[in-house]
C-alpha cells in the first residue's frame, strides 16, 4: 500500500513546480478534455508527446510515476476488457460460443484504455509538481466568484488541502494496521471474493476509529490556531502571475489550437 | 502580574446513551484555582484521566467552564468575541504531532496561525523565518511533515504557535507520544522560551522527570488540585504521588536515598537542579575525600571485593539452530531497487533463545522495529536467512501461519487495533484464524484475559469503554490467546502514564517466570530495560552493536550515549564514580542494586 504514490507530492524544484498552480489546473483540464474530443492516433500521438515533455521538464521519476498508478492497471485493464468485449461493430474478428470480437470492439478498448492511461498520468502530474496548498489555494482563487452564489468555496478548499495532507498519514497506518492483523493470523490471500470482504472489517474498523479521531482533535487544533473560516484571512503565499506563467498559458493555448486542427484535420 | 487567573474552575458534561437518554453527569474538574504570573514556567501533573487536559483545555477557551471562570491576560474566556484574542495570547501544542499540523511544508503550517491572524504576507514571513529559528528547524522549512521525527513535528507545532507571538503557551502532554531524544528537545524549547522571550509556559505532563525545571509544580487528581509547591517540594510528597499514580523522578529517589543514609546533606542540593548537578555533586565529594587520604585500608579492602565479583564465569548458553529464532546475516533494504530505497538493517546476526527477556534498545530509525518484523514474517530479508527452530522461513513449503502464531508480535500502541463490538469477540480473533473450534477459542481467550489480570467481568464490554491501561491489557491478551511461545513487542509502555507502565512490565516478567513465554521487548526506555531485561541489543543505524547480558551492556555508558540513547541516571552515577576512582560495581543495573553500591559511600564518608 505504501506504494500508492498517487496524489502525493514529490519534493524537486523545477519549471513545472514553479509554474502557478492554476496554470497547471487549467492544463489538465485542457488536456484531459482533448483526449476525449475524438479518436484518432495522430491526436493521440502529440498527446503522448505533450506529456513525455511535461513529465520531463518536472524532473519527477518516470519509475516513481508509473508506481504510483500501478494500483489502477487493473482497473484499466478491465475497463479495455468490457469494452474489447461489449462493443459490436461489423467486422468480426474473433468468435467462440457466446464470445465475439470485432474491430470496434479492439479499437474502443484501445482507445478507452489509453484515454484511462494518459488521462490519470497527466492530472497526477499536476499532484505530483504542485503543493496540495497550492493546488487548493489556485482552486479557490479559480472559483472565488462562486462565493458571491454563497457556494463555500474557501471551506471546500480547506477540506481538500486537509485530506490530501492527511493521505500518507492514514496510508502509513492503514499498512500498520494490516501488519498487525496479519501478526493476529490473518491471512488476505485466502479465501472467496466474499470470505476476503469479510477480512477488511478488523483492517477498516481500526482505520475508520482513528480517522474520527483525528478529524477531532484536529478540528481542535485548528480552533486553538484561531481558525474561523475564509473570512480576514491572509495568505503567506498569494498567488500573482509570473512571466513564465503567461508563457505557459501561451503553450497551453497552441495545444488547444493543434489539437483543434488535428480534429478537422484526421 | 497575573497572566491566568482560574478561580473555582468545575466542568461537568453529560453522558447520554445513544437514545439521547441522560447516563451520568461527570464532573471533569472540581473547584480548581490556579493562578500563573508572566513569564512563570509552570507545570501540571497527574495520571491519564485525572482533567489536566481537560484543564488545559479551559485555558484557551477550547472549552468553557461550567462554573467559575477564567481571565487569560485580562480577558475573561466565556465571552465570546473576545475568543481569537485569547487563543492568541495563549497557544497550545497538542498531544498527537500529527494531528495538529495543518500544512503540507513546514513553512506553509507555521502559516497557518499568522494567516488566520489577518496578517500581511511579508511580516508572515518574517514571523515564519523568526519562529522556525527559534525552535531550530529552519533546515527544514521545504520538507513535508510526514518525512519528521515526532521531536521535530512537535518543534513546528511550537513554531506555529510562536509565529501568533503569545504570551503564553500550553504544552498538552505534548511529550507523551515522543521518544526519549523528542522529550528532551521539546522541554529544551520550553525552557529556552521562557528564559529568552519571557513566555509562560504550562507544562501538562504525566513524566515527573520533565517537572523538575518548573517554577511551581500542580499535581491533579480526579479533577481536582491536590499538590502544588516547588518541584522539590512535591518530589517530597511521594506517598501522595503514588497514590495519584505518579512516580517521583528517578533522580529524587536516589537523592532521598542518598540524603537518608547521610551521604549528602539537603543543603547540598541547594544547586542541583539536573542529573549531571548530582553526578557532579557526588564525584567531587568523593574526590575530596579521596585526595584526602580518608579512605582507610579496610574500607578499600572492602571494595576490591567487588573486583572479584565481576570475573565470575558466565554459564554461557550453547547457540544450536534448532533453538529459538536465528537471524543469519540479515540485510534489509526497503523500496528495494527505487531510487529511494533506505537501508533497514545491516548484516545482522542475532540467536533469540526460548525463555529470555530480551531488550531490543536503539533510537528512533536505527532498525529496532524492522528487526522485530523480522521475527515473524512480516518482512522476508532482501538478504541473509531468519530460521525459526531450525528452518528457513523463506522457504516455499515454511508454515508461516504456524510462526504467526507461535511468535505473537504487539505493535506499538496495540490497543488503536481493536475492531470488535465486545472485548472477548476481539480477544477470540486472533485463535479463530488458527482454525481452531469456537469453543476452544473462546477458551484460550478467557485464559489470555486472565493471564493479562483483567477481571471476568470485562468480556462483555466493547473495548471503546476502557481504560488506555486496560485496552493495551486486551491488545495483549488478543495475541497471548493465540499461545505464543515468543511474544515481542514494540514500545509496550508508550503513553501509559507511569503506574499503568509498571504493572505491565510486572506483568510480562511474571510471564516470562511463569509460563516460559520468551519475551523481545522494543524500547528506548533505558531505566525500564534496566530493570526486566535479561538480555540487551543494541541497535544503531540499522547494525548490531552491542549484544549482551543486560549488566555488561548498560555499564558501556560511552556507547550506548554514541548510540544515541538517554543511560538512565543511576548507572550513569555508578560510571562516574568508578571514573574518578572510586571503586564501586558498574555492572549493576536495577535500581535497588544500585543503591547497595552506592551504600559503599557511606563508609568513606563516615570516617
Known sequence: MRDMTIGQFYNVDSVIHRLDPRVKIIF?????????????PVLFGVALAVLALYIKLSEVPVKFIFRGVRALYIFILLTGLMNLLTVKGANTIFEWQFIRITEAGVSAAIYTSLRLFFMIIGSSMMTYTTTPNALTDGLEKMLGWMKKCKVPVHEFAMIMSIALRFVPVLVEELDKIMKAQMARGIDFKEGNLFVRMRKLVPILIPLFVSATKRSNELALAMDARCYHGGEGRTKMKPLCYQRRDYIAYGLIFLYIIAVIVLTILF | MKLIDIKNLTFEYFRRDAEGNLEE??????????????????????????????????????????????????????EEELRLSIRKSAGMVFQNPDNQIVGNLVEEDVAFGPENLGIPTADIWNRVEESLDTVEMQSYRQASPNHLSGGQKQRVAIAGVLAMEPKCIIFDEATSMLDP??????????????????????????????????????????????????PKQIFEQRELLERCGLRIPVMYEYINFLLGQGIIAAEELQNVYGEEDLIA???????????????SNETKQLLNESIYRKNETENKKSE????????????????????????????????????????????????????????????LPTEGNVYFEGSDIADRDFAMKNLRQKVGLVFQNPENQLFAETVEKDVCFGPENMDISRVEAQKRAYEAIRLVGLPDTIYDLSPLQLSGGQKRRVAIAGILAMQPDYLVLDEPTAGLDPASAIELLDL????????????????????????????????????KI?????????????????????????????????????????????????CGELLKLKEIFSC
Not at chain 2, 522571550?197 to 481536582?224: C, P, Q, S, Y
Not at chain 2, 539452530?321 to 538493517?345: K, M, P, S
Not at chain 2, 516478567?509 to 530495560?529: C, D, F, P, R
Not at chain 2, 550515549?561 to 543495573?589: C, H, N
Open chain 2, 181 to 230: 531524544q523528542g522529550r528532551e528537545q521539546i522541554i529544551f524549547a520550553a525552557r529556552q522560551l521562557q528564559k529568552r522571550k519571557n513566555i509562560t509556559i504550562l507544562f501538562i505532563t504525566h513524566h515527573m522527570d520533565e517537572v523538575i525545571w518548573a517554577d511551581r509544580v500542580f499535581v491533579m487528581e480526579e479533577g481536582a488540585v491536590v499538590a502544588q509547591g516547588t
Open chain 2, 25 to 78: 453527569m461527570i464532573e471533569a474538574l472540581r473547584d480548581v484555582s490556579i493562578d500563573v504570573k508572566q513569564g512563570e514556567f509552570v507545570a501540571i501533573v497527574g495520571r491519564n484521566g485525572s482533567g489536566k487536559s481537560t484543564l488545559a483545555k479551559h485555558i484557551n477557551a477550547l472549552l468553557i467552564p461550567s462554573e467559575g471562570e477564567i481571565v487569560v491576560d485580562g480577558l475573561d474566556t466565556a
Open chain 2, 281 to 295: 555533586l557526588i564525584c567531587h565529594k568523593v574526590k575530596r575525600n579521596l585526595e584526602n587520604g580518608q579512605a
Open chain 2, 320 to 379: 544450536t539452530a534448532r533453538d529459538g529464532i536465528l537471524l543469519n546475516h540479515v540485510n534489509y533494504i526497503y523500496n528495494h531497487g527505487f531510487a529511494n530505497e533506505t537501508v533497514g538493517l545491516r548484516d545482522v546476526t542475532l540467536q533469540i533463545h526460548k525463555g529470555e527477556f530480551v531488550a531490543i534498545i536503539g533510537e528512533t530509525g536505527s532498525g529496532k522495529s524492522t528487526l522485530m518484523q523480522h521475527s515473524n514474517g512480516l518482512y
Open chain 2, 508 to 543: 510480562l516478567k511474571e510471564l516470562q517466570l511463569k509460563t516460559g513465554i520468551t519475551i523481545v521487548m522494543v524500547s528506548h526506555n533505558l531505566v525500564e530495560v534496566a530493570e526486566y531485561a535479561d538480555r540487551v541489543v543494541v541497535m544503531s543505524d540499522g547494525s
Open chain 1, 28 to 40: 489538465a483540464l485542457v488536456y484531459v478534455t482533448a483526449l476525449f474530443l475524438d479518436k484518432n
Open chain 2, 546 to 594: 552491542l549484544d549482551g547480558a543486560t549488566k555488561d551492556i548498560l555499564c558501556q555508558v560511552g556507547k550506548l550515549e554514541q548510540a544515541g540513547l538517554l543511560v538512565p541516571v543511576g548507572i550513569k552515577m555508578l560510571y562516574s564514580l568508578k571514573q574518578v576512582g572510586f571503586d564501586v560495581d558498574v555492572t549493576k543495573t536495577k535500581q535497588m542494586d544500585i
